[in-house]
């Protein structure tokens, strides 16, 4: 489906096998979604290129998942954690929806260090892009939403279901009520807060996907006053934030005033290879209230002992190995080995002449082909080197004319992306 799919109406669909069609009406938010999730969809094209080209060595650059394994430490930890639940004495069953206090602790040492974000702060979950949507059941349908443009196609869709967001507009390929802010090479990936519409809440990613820019300390500075001036929550995502290789803040809480006006969504996904594990976390600060006073602590505490039964024993046990001291030095080697993938397909493209931003402090490289739409390029890219890119649009109309490349892959897949590319585009 390309971006301007609109799927059917359900109105006058009838159930083809047996004709019969229930009562239920189908949730109008959910007619309002302009088209497939983008990464399914990601996967859709990659399919059927591979039915047409069934012999093609297909490059997978597309969706951001990791590709190398998760260190030995790591794993037994999990293992040994399985292996004791046949066991009497070592089986347990429900842990605290909240997360094992033991990793909830770890995370907030091994992240939020002297920046006063405590263990019962830190909710563990199954993953960022859960607790995306948690929050935005906690939240509800009347808030008010602003984005980065481009962003993480998941702030929007979930605001479009959750009813947050009006009609989707053709002409802008924007949805209303929601504040979509550019951040793009002619404004330094930040917004003009000084032109920018009060929301209740806004979602901030940084390192930004797919941009790959992290914010300064100063623009996070400007965000939380921002907020503050508004009385505005900031949801921040730092799903990425170990990729940070200079000294842009890796925590939105290393801003001093932030714990009374932001969230903190983060994962194990990018940094662990925890993709298929599924672990998560959220930090909501004891000091963030609502307009009446009421914390916001209290609120998602109870959305999550609700909603969700906690994240699994195994994937936790995982998580705690990773942040022991030798799990997270194995694991920083692997950071840096996609690191390295960034810096070839940022030189890859840089050497054909193209403006490339990102893959410095990110697994994400962005680049712009002036006048062409990002689908023709994606197509191309495809069709002509079978590598799976992502089109920039699909993160918002600020991503036409781009393509993110993603730099989870094998360093010889990388290798071989560049060669193709520098064939194609030389
Ligand atoms: C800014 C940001 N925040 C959260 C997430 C998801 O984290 P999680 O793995 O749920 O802990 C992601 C993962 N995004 C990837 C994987 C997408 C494909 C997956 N089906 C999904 O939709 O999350 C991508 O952009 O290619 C992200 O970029």
């Known amino acids: 489906l390309q971006p301007n ?16 069609c229930t009562s239920v009406p189908r949730n109008a938010n959910m007619e ?24 093609a060595r297909l490059i997978r650059l597309g969706i951001g998942d990791t590709t190398q394994p998760i260190p030995d430490i790591i794993t037994s930890a999990m293992a040994e954690h399985a292996h004791a639940l046949s066991t009497v004495q070592g089986y347990r069953g429900y842990g605290a929806e909240q997360g094992n206090m033991a990793l909830r602790r770890a995370i907030a040492e ?56 009006g009609k989707f507009q053709e002409e802008t390929g924007k949805y209303e009520n929601i504040v979509y802010m550019k951040c793009g090479h002619d404004n330094n990936f930040f917004p003009d807060l000084s032109t920018t519409s009060r929301t209740d809440i806004i979602f901030f990613c940084s390192p ?13 500075k400007q965000l939380v006053e921002f907020a503050k001036a508004n009385g505005s929550i900031i949801i921040f995502d730092s799903a990425y934030s170990t990729y940070i ?23 194990f996904s990018k940094f662990a290879g925890f993709t298929g594990v599924r672990l998560g976390w959220t930090v909501v600060p004891e000091d ?32 705690l190995a990773c942040l022991s001291k030798e799990g997270y030095r194995a694991l920083t080697r692997v950071v840096d080995y996609y690191r390295g993938n960034a810096e070839i397909i940022v030189d890859t493209f840089a050497s054909l002449g193209l403006k490339v931003d990102g893959g410095r402090n990110a697994p994400y490289v962005w680049v712009r082909f002036p006048g062409y739409s990002s689908w023709e ?35 010889g897949c990388i290798l071989e992306a560049s060669r193709r590319l520098k064939n194609l585009y030389k």
């Open 208 to 220: 930004n996907n797919p941009t790959g820019y992290a914010a300064s300390r100063q623009q996070l």
């Open 288 to 319: 963030l209230t609502y307009s009446n006073g009421f914390p916001v602590m209290k609120d998602y505490d109870r959305i999550v002992c609700t909603c969700f039964n906690g994240a699994s024993s195994v994937a936790q046990a995982g998580g």
């Open 32 to 55: 309002k979604l302009r088209s497939g999730y983008l990464f399914p969809e990601i996967s859709r094209h990659e399919l059927e290129h591979t039915q047409k080209s069934p012999h």
């Open 110 to 165: 091994t992240f939020y260090r002297d920046l006063g974000v405590k263990g019962n702060e830190i909710f563990v979950s199954d993953g960022a892009q859960c607790d995306i949507s948690r929050l935005q059941m906690l939240l509800g349908s009347n808030v008010s939403v602003a984005v980065q443009d481009p962003s993480f196609p998941a702030y929007i869709d979930s605001s479009v279901i959750v009813g947050q967001a």
């Open 245 to 267: 290789s200079d000294e842009s803040p890796r925590s939105i809480f290393e801003i001093p005033g932030a714990k009374e006006v932001a969230i903190e969504i983060s994962s």
């Open 377 to 411: 390029i994606f197509s191309e890219i495809l069709e002509k080197t079978h590598i799976v890119t992502v089109p920039g649009r699909g993160f918002g109309p600020g991503g036409e004319e781009y393509i993110r490349v993603s730099a989870f892959g094998h360093r």
């Open 5 to 20: 799919t609109t799927w059917s109406t359900s109105s006058n669909l009838s159930n083809e096998k047996s004709g019969h």
